[in-house]
């Protein structure tokens, strides 16, 4: 059977034209994937909305199914089931569960799509590397050489593959902040209520755990809601993109970020788009290198990478890892997004912009949330599911190497070299938090002794055993080694039970 005569099953990450061949589509919306676990109202709202927005644009060419699992539409499966669709095609899902789904019934499988590199140039780059260490920055400049981006013949626009030093600036701290307009927001429509009104009932009838606020939806469900979201980052707030990429600050929930992995990972945009246009505004005269350089290895370089490694490191390895040996369940707080209860500035800050959007900004999620987990010893595989349920753009093959490698430092240095870890003086540099909080980042000791830099200590003092043959934790444990008040400080961090 040709391509073009089978019906193409498009997943929630797939919804844009970039996989779409013109042939028969079929969507299913199967409710139990919103009931499995405990998710983010606005996340539920986001992939309901994008895939009856998706269905509307396709008309006559889509069957649409709304059911209770996918096996009421695919059957089954297992060997001789004879509600197997032989008619059906798909592009390789998602996750290893999809993909193991869509196997187990003969369904016909194209390649994946949707990334600037394909799983075969990732697999033939990391046999090339021969037992060495796989590094982002070996895999982004590899891609960069490939694709001629930023590239002026063989060698790198502006002399240099990564401009990070030209970056990272801390936060004006005025009152203007960063200055910048309201990003453009989509407007809501019938689908929309359509979706809040289902959720309702769903939630009525105690089929689905909601969490969170829901609404105004603040990103895109469409490809051409997502063109228009990338149009407004790219003539707003480009510019500062590259300096206050890891800037925090109170009030201003998105700052000079793009807004885009969620319309990415829904499959309405397609990042070599997303790449291309920023390259055209360095190209024009109207964008810095320095910010280009930075978007552009967000999303070719990491947003790839991770992609690969999710399939490169097995299924296991979001189970098989627990190298500092962290087994504390997750706290209520974190898991009702209950923000009121946290005391401290940043984390309440950044949990209720999570409460309120499904979303935080790249810097909150790795050096607060994650920071934070990190030194309390929280369990990676809950806190990797967690992010996958209340995050707008969370997915299974995007959290592994983020949280359970690169956040947590569960994998024992496979995917960062170091564990993310700082107290609050990283935080009062790159945020303008710690000012009005009760907490001092200067005290580790004491009433008002802040969580981050105390629990930092705590921590290097509980992990000291599985880290100290790490030559990048000897500084850091040096210090802790020349600490008068250690045992002091792990004592009152190990009895605190408010922050
Ligand atoms: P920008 O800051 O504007 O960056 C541009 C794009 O680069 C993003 O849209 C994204 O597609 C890509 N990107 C940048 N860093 C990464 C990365 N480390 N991994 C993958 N893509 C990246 N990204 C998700 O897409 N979904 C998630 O659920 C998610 N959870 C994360 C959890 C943790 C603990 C950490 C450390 C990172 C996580 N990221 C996740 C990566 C990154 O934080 C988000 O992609 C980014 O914050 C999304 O906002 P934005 O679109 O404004 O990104």
Known sequence: MTSSARTRWIFAGQLGPLFDDGGPMMIVEARSVFGRRPMHRAKAHLLLSAMRH?????????????????????????????????????????????????RERGIHVLPSRGFVTSEKDFTVWADSRQGKRLLLEDFYRGVRERTGVLMRGDQPEGGRFNFDHD????PPKNAAGLGLPDPWWPVEDEIDEEVRHDLDRWQSEGVVQLVGDDGPRRFAATAAEAERALADFVEVRLNDFGPFEDAMLSGDWTMSHSLLSAPMNLGLLDPLHAIETVEAE?????????SVEGFVRQIMGWRDYVWHLYWYLGEGYRTGNNA??????????????????????????????????????????????????????????????WFVDMFVDGTPWVMPANVIGMSQHADGGLVATKPYVSGGAYIDRMSDFCGGCEFNPKVRLGENACPFTAGYWAFLDRVEPRIRHNHRMAQPLSGLRRLADREAVVDQERHRDSW
């Open 167 to 170: 970056n990272r600036n801390p």
């Open 54 to 102: 998706r269905a509307t644009e396709l008309g006559d060419r889509v069957e649409y199914h709304r059911v209770e699992r996918y096996s009421d539409v695919v059957g089954g499966g297992g060997r001789g089931s004879a509600d197997r669709r032989d008619d059906l095609e798909v592009i390789d899902p998602t996750s290893w569960a999809a993909r193991r789904f869509v």
């Open 282 to 290: 360095h190209a024009a005269g109207r964008a810095p290198l320095s």
């Open 324 to 385: 500092l040996d962290a087994r504390r369940p997750l706290p209520e707080k974190f898991r009702l997004l209950d923000a009121a209860a946290i005391r401290s500035n940043c984390l309440r800050e950044t949990i209720d912009g999570m409460r309120r959007h499904g979303w935080a900004h790249h810097i909150q999620r790795l050096m607060v949330l994650g920071n934070w987990a990190l030194q309390h010893g929280y369990d990676p595989v809950e806190l990797n599911d």
